[in-house]
């Protein structure tokens, strides 16, 4: 099973706060475990919602809002993608992770759709053209 692993933003990650070395430390020796274990298979960190922007959708209408938002606590500050053999083992990698954020931190769980979950409704043709896009992507960035 995948699962996405979503550090929440902070006051501070929104404000623009970098880590101290010290985290970016504890961080690395925790990114090593993960790897170690096979467990991660991504992991990156996001700007601040002030240098971003999001696009509304209704209908066939789409308009832009431009970051910063204001619900600091509904925003993104990083995420890693582990897989794990059960949501209690991926519960269990992020229960050692070091505190992302100085003082109270929030880490979310949520698990990743894979093919077999969509059902019938995704048709082998549909299967086909997943797998093409993966190995597109895969090669893609073997080549950066």
Known sequence: MRFMVIVKATADSEAGVMPSEELLTAMGRYNEELAAAGVIQAAEGLHPSSRGARVRFSGAQRSVIDGPFMETKELVAGFWIFQCESLQAC???????????????????????EAEDFGAEFTPELREQEDRIRARMSSENQGE
């Open 91 to 113: 519960i269990d990698w992020v229960k050692r992770c070091p505190n992302p954020m100085p003082g109270e931190s929030d880490i979310e769980i949520r698990q990743i759709f």
